[in-house]
Every structure is written in C-alpha cells, then in structure tokens.
C-alpha cells in the first residue's frame, strides 16, 4: 500500500511539475511551524509562522521576482529566563529573485528583519545584522484563479554583535493567481 501511494505521489508530483507555469504571478498568505535550530533551538521553542504577504512575480517561464512580509513567534524555554511567558518574535521583509520549474519555485532571499523579547511588563528589540532565507515553494493550483502553497523556508539571521541563529519555517497556504 505505501508503495502505491509513493508510487501515484511521484506520479502526481512529476506530471504538476513538468507543466508551465498557469499563470504570471501570485499573492498569499500562509501559516505553519517555526522551528528554531542551533543554538536558538536551546533557548527558544517551535513556534508559529505568519506569511502575512507571500507574493512571486515570473518574468517569463524561468525567472522572477518575490517579496515576503511575516513574523515567527516564540516562548522561550523556562531554564533560559527565569520568569515566565517570555516570548521572542523575530519580523522580516524579504526580497529576491525566484526560479520557477514546473508548479515550483526556489526563492533565495535578502531579509530586512527584526526581533522582540517581551516578558509580558516591557519589550527588549534586538538589532538584526542580516538576515537570509532560502525558500522553496510548490503551487498546487485549485481551479480558476485560487491556489494553495506548501512552503519550505530557511531562515538565518546574525544578530547585532552576536551569533548567528536560524529557524526552519514550513508552512501552507492559499494564493490568488493573475
């Protein structure tokens, strides 16, 4: 049975993705799971991902141009604040370009990011040297102008005379096509 399913998946996935592009460019939004790696994984938990605008525009079948606004959120382990509910929210706004093959896309990306602890009394922002993500997203198209995105980011940030961290983001979404 699960060779049949692998089987039919990989059929599916080769016939969506040998296909042309259905259309010039898209808009979206998207939620899912932040999960941090490194060292911000033994500070900070899986948290939750807002892709607030999720936007590719194709020049022509191969090439393109995206932007993306969003946020992860996430509690930060008791054994590193001793307080509770403290929460780190890190916010970015990235650009780049973006290579389409079939129904997918990759999407290496310059971010313009910022990040907030706040345990519940004040805020403390954090100044973000650069931040990075390497994205990669596959359409599955609904019908007519609708559609739905599964995203794989990684997301890697240095913080201001400080480490580098990184958070793996993998999420879904609904896309309006034109």
């Keep these: ?16 993705t040998t296909t042309a592009q259905d259309s010039k460019g898209y808009v979206g939004v998207s939620i899912g799971l ?29 090439w393109g141009a995206t932007v993306n606004w969003g946020a992860t959120g996430h509690a930060i382990k008791r054994e590193v604040f001793d307080a509770d509910d403290v929460t780190l929210g890190i916010g970015y706004f990235a650009v780049g370009p973006m290579i389409s093959y079939g129904n997918f896309d990759f999407k290496p990306q310059y971010a313009f990011a910022s990040a907030t602890f706040d345990d519940g009394v004040s805020d403390v922002d954090v100044d973000v040297d650069s ?45 309006y096509k034109f």
Excluded at 1 to 16: E, G, H, P
């Design 1 to 16: 049975m699960k060779k049949l399913l692998l089987t039919a998946a990989l059929a599916l996935f080769l016939t969506n």
């Design 34 to 62: 932040a999960m941090p790696t490194g060292d911000l994984a033994d500070a900070a938990e899986t948290g939750l991902d807002l892709g607030l605008i999720n936007a590719g525009y194709r020049f022509n079948e191969t």
């Design 131 to 175: 931040a990075w993500i390497l994205g990669a997203t596959y359409n599955f198209p609904l019908g007519g102008n609708w559609g739905m995105a599964a995203n794989l980011d990684y997301f890697s940030f240095k913080v201001k005379d400080g480490d580098s961290n990184s958070i793996l983001k993998a999420s879904v979404g609904i896309q």
